[in-house]
């Protein structure tokens, strides 16, 4: 009997870690892995993924099902893109139909044509701006990237702020193009693609293909195409843009490559740095990562020489490094937590017709609404939290579910009226500032005043012109924006990220103050600093400041290896929740029963314990630490636990994940 063509095909969406069987059309023999099909799925149909064809089956034949019909005669994918996304389903133990949803954009996924109806015009009229002429750190840079083009090599380029990475990422990027090869740039924020998308148009006349989350369907499917048919060259864009198809892919760049937001957060937790360093390697290309402060793991990496160290260690052109201070606020009268010293500062450079920029990470008014008269406190009911005063919006609003409330004016537990905005949110800041520079323009910069299409543009237009004086803001100015007239910044809470319990706190924090220090003073005019602290003499401050991130991460990363922490070791975070508070334990310790059964008892498992936050949208929060020296073990783990895992009876009743290398503990 002649065996029947069997197809493997992952089902996007579907949360389950093997693939599904189907028949084949009868006589076609242009079945070739990387197209899509469209699939019989209970009732109803699904797009699936074509990843491999065989004869044989675990099922009887008679009980597989003929597929609908064939969508695409060539293959989207390569061969190197299945091999990739087969790695990183693998690696970070996730259904790989779900890893396939994230390498397609939306309108493929939903079956869509494959083609796009205009190519883009490039204008070749514009006037190009040239290449800049290379100091000796830069050239040598290019010079040692360029060489090894065509091989697969991992390079931390750790270039202080404004020291000219992006030139160097540009003429390595001509070079590339050159070769009439592919270039694909990551950034972590999608509010730094316009920039850099800027200065790429001024210089190359090819165009530039965007993808990032706010775009429409549309767009990322003709971005996606553009890319994935080889007509266009070069593409820009955030995580999401990592697994576009790229069949003449040259060289990989990842800017801002330490910022967190390379790692997904929810769903598919990839880490896109990690996943870019796997995709260089199979595609034998070199991977720049860039930073001025370059991640723990980059550098140890770079210790092991697994990666190479390429140092731009003095700004580009005539710019000074920024000075650097501390200000002891105990005992200080703040006025709106701006100390006395900071507010002299502010006025003599407003006086000087230079901008300042304030650094507060705390959107909204206030953080706590407190009664004066019996010391109720406003708290959300979803999650274990306070709600944060709105005062524009009139609303108490908690930002971790989102549950809103009018504003109150009388207690809720005493009906008094004596009720008290606690602390300072960066709304509060405006208003304050407001009213003591009466004739300077302050604009303030956090996720609800650049909500609106289109805000964050105009407010960056403003900084640009010199029509804003006083720039306050959230993370969302720390990150790689050039504000050449800011002269002075200031940190005015450094202290709330000195005592958090996540390891990677103090990381995190040394790499905020050199970035928002970075801000400062970036042309002609030297720059100035000031961190307003209660802990002048803490440990991490005083080294960072008196010798710098290089050293401090030296540091930090002995303290890492002390206490058995990553990079020296490796983690698996798993998370469960529930609306009732007793089952994501019970379900977390049946997993540590399946665990320990399985003969691996090398691997520490830390928990169950209530997550830092227990309590989150109505959600009992429990998790679980996996954690060993050798990756290799630990996976091995991972690997014989996650199918047993789906077959435990409470799966059902409580929401789980797993967390592969996580960044953040919460
Ligand atoms: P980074 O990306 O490292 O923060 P940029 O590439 O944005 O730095 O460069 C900072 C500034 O220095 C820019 O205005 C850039 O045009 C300028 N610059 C870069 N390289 C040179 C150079 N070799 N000579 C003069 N100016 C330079
Ligand atoms: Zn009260
Ligand atoms: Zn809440």
Redesign the pocket.
Known sequence: MIKPLILKVAIPAVPFFQLFEYLAPENDANLQAGIRLEVPFGKTSKVAFLIATSFDSIFPFEKLKPIKRIIDDVPLLAEIDLKLLSWVANYYHHPIGEVMSAAFPVALRQGKDAIIKKLPKISESETKTTQ????EA?QNAIDKISETLGEFNVFVLD?V???????VYMQLIQTVLDRQQQVLVLVPEITLTPQLQQRFQARFSTHIAISHSKLTDLQRKNAWILMQSGVCSLLLGTRSALFTPLPNIGLIILDEEHDSSFKQQEGFRFSARDVAVMRGKLASVPVVLGSATPSLESLYNVFLTRYQHLRLPER??NALPPLVEIIDVRRQKLQAGLSLKLLEEITATLAKKEQVLLFLNRRGFAPTLICDDCGWVARCVHCDANLVIHRHKNLLRCHHCGTEHRLISNCIACQSSALASLGLGTERLELILTHLFPEKKVIRLDRDSTSKKGALNDFLAQIHTGDAHIILGTQLLAKGH?FPNVTLVAILDVDSGLFSTDFHSGEKLAQLIVQVSGRSG?EKKQGKVLLQTRQPTHPLLTELLREGYAKFAKSELAMREMAFLPPFSYQALLRAHSEKEDLPPVFLQSVVNLAQGLNLQAVQILGPIPAPMARRAGQYRFQLLFQHESRAVLHKLLRELMPQISTLNMRQKVRWSLDVDPVDLY
Do not use: D, F, P, V
Request: glycine residues 24%; hydrophobic residues 20%; charged residues 20%.
């Open positions: 800049l002429i290379c100091n830069q270039g702020t404004g020291s000219g990475k992006t030139e580009a052109g050039h970036r």
